[in-house]
C-alpha cells in the first residue's frame, strides 16, 4: 500500500514548480567579431549574463579567446565561421540558421574594419592607393551586416527580444565638429554612414506592413528593433590603434557594460527603431 505523503512535501513541491516557471529564460544571441575587442567582451557578458551565444569569428582554427570563453562557460557558446568580406558565404550562413529555424533573439553586428587606420593615410587624396581598404570596408562595416540581418529575419521574428543591433560611429555623421572629422578615416566614414543611412531605411521597411515578407510574419516584422548603437571612442585595438589619439570615452569593458545594461534593461525599445543611439540610449543627430 502507498504511504500517504506528508502535506508539507505538496506546498514544497507545489512553491517549487510555482517559481520555476519565473525562472530565466536564456536568449540566444549571435555577436559578430567575437574573438576580441568589443565583440569577446560582450559574448562573455551575456554568457555571464545566462544567455547562450552564438560567437562569429572568421579563422579556420578557433581562436584562443573563444575557447577560454568556451571552458569557463559550458554550454553557453557556439562557434560559426564568417569572413564578412565574404558575401556569398554571409548569405550561406543565414541560410543554414533559416533551414534550421533556429529563433535567434538578438543579433549584434559588432565586426568592423578601420583601414587604413592612420587619419592621414586615409583620405580623398589618397582614395584610389586605398581602393582595396575601401572595399573591405564597405563589405565589413554596411553590406555583410545588413545583408546577414536580412536573410536571418525570419528568425529574428521568431526570437523573443526581436532586436538587431549594429555598431556605428558617432564620428560618422554630418553634425561632428571639425576636430573630429579630422580625426576620421574617409573608407571607415563611408562604410558606417552608409550603415547608419541603411538602418534608418531598413527599420522603415520592417515597419511598413504592405513590404512584410509573408502575412503570417507581418506582425513580428513589425515588432523588430533595429538601432545603431555608438560605442563611444574605446580603447580596444581599433580605438587605441592610432598614434596621435588617445580614446577619449572609457575603456572596452565601461562600454560593454553600458550596451548590455541597454540592450536588457528595457531601456532600448520599439520607438528607437531606426536611430543612431549613444550607449545611455540617447539618439545621436545625423
Ligand atoms: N573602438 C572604438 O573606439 C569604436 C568606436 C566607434 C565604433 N566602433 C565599432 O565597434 C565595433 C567593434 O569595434 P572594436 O573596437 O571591438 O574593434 P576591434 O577590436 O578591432 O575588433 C574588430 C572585430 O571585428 C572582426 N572583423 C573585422 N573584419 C572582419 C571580417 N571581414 N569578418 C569577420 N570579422 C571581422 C575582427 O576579427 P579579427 O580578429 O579576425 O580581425 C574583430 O573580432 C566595430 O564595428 C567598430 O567600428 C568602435
Redesign the pocket.
Known sequence: MMKKLNPSLYVVFFAFAYFSSFAYAERLVMI??????????LSEQFAQGGDKVIA????NET?ASLNSLKTKYPGKIIMEK?????LNEVIKLGEQYRHKKTPIDILI??????SPREPQNNTFQNLIQNLPQLE?SM???AE?PMLLSSSLLPNITQGTEKMII??????SRFSVDDNKRNRMGLT?VMS?SALHKAIDQAATDLKNPQKCLSQATCKDEQQVTMVGI????????????SKNSQ?E?GT?EQ?TKKIYQLITSGTLNHTMSGQLINTSGQKLDW
Open positions: 559578430t567579431g567575437a574573438n576580441r575587442g568589443l565583440g569577446l567582451l562569429v569569428h572568421r579563422h581562436p564568417l569572413d564578412l568580406t565574404d553586428n559588432n565586426a568592423g574594419i578601420y573591405e563589405h565589413t562595416n555583410a549594429f555598431l556605428g560611429s558617432a564620428g571607415y558606417k555608438d560605442p563611444g571612442w574605446v580603447d580596444t585595438d581599433m580605438g587605441k590603434g580614446p570615452t572596452a562600454a
